[in-house]
């Protein structure tokens, strides 16, 4: 599995474990990578389980996530998820 260059690991892989957690697909983990669709693709992925998402990854970074900044583009795939909270970081 490879990752997006500009994606620093050590981020992608706190994301993909907050998504793996919070879905409860720790067995799908080795699997995942940032092209791995997330919403419409993920098990166990919905609405609700959005909110509790950006809940746990808002606690993991000590980010915070305006509601106007949760697109359908951010939840597109996990690379695309691991960049948006990477640009949250810095």
């Not at 699997?31 to 746990?56: E, F, M």
């Amino acid at each position: 599995m490879t990752r997006s260059p500009e994606i620093p690991q050590a981020i992608f892989e706190d994301v993909k474990d907050v998504v793996v957690v919070t879905l409860d697909i720790e067995d799908q983990a080795d699997g995942l990578g940032p092209k791995t669709g997330l919403y419409g693709n993920l098990p166990g992925l919905d609405s609700l389980t959005v909110v509790k998402l950006i809940v746990a990854l808002q606690k993991r970074f000590g980010i915070e996530i305006e509601i106007d900044q949760i697109v359908c583009d951010t939840f597109d795939t996990l690379g695309g998820l691991a960049a948006f909270v990477e640009s949250k970081v810095r």
